[in-house]
């Protein structure tokens, strides 16, 4: 059974059927890092002792990327808001800054991640590094499936704006709602890891 892609939003749901989907989605990826939260709490609790991440970690590099991240979503907002105002070429521009600031946040985390793997730090280390590296590694995933998602839409995916402008800027604004959700969590992951 095909779900017809709907203009109008549902009448049962108040909702379009893609943002249905992505906040269905976004449910389980809640689910997903809740879990993963909460079992890094458990241990930090139950360990005897426990290392202070900025006594180990890189504090400064892991505030830059804060900045970026966040900067990345204001970014996702205006290229939205620009196809809202019909205005294409400031899209453009917006989208790729987001992509731009999502590759920069990547390339920071590959210094870091390489200046553990240099001094012989590696997920195998302690528990620390374990929940560490499964945590920032798998958001490190997500953010790489919404550069990936946001270059479609920038590039190809964008030649959608010719023909269907609104249902184009549905799928922004449903590519943005995830974008979103992987700085939200970068925002929890900081201070969990880093200054706690």
Wanted: proline share 5%.
């Amino acid at each position: 059974m095909q779900i017809p892609y709907t203009v109008a939003a549902r009448p049962d749901t108040g909702l379009h059927n893609s943002k249905l989907g992505i906040w269905l989605f976004l449910a389980s990826e809640v689910m997903l890092f809740g879990a993963l939260f909460s079992s890094y709490i458990l241990l930090r609790v139950a360990a005897p002792e426990w290392p202070h991440g900025s006594a180990i970690l890189n504090v400064p590099l892991a505030t830059l990327n804060t900045v970026v991240l966040i900067a990345s979503s204001v970014t996702m907002v205006m290229s939205w808001a620009s196809l809202m105002l019909k205005d294409f070429t400031k899209y453009r521009r917006y989208m790729g800054l987001t992509i731009v600031c999502g590759l920069v946040f990547l390339v920071v985390k590959v210094f870091e991640y390489g200046a553990k793997f240099s001094a012989g730090t590696f997920p195998g280390e302690d528990l620390f590094f374990a929940t560490y590296f499964t945590l920032t590694g798998l958001h490190g995933l997500h953010v790489v499936g919404g550069i990936i998602v946001n270059t479609y839409f920038w590039g190809p995916g964008s030649r959608m704006w010719n023909t269907e402008p609104r249902r184009f800027t549905n799928r922004v604004e449903v590519a943005g709602l995830y974008w979103h959700f992987v700085d939200l969590v970068w925002i929890f992951l900081f201070p969990t890891l880093y200054l706690l």
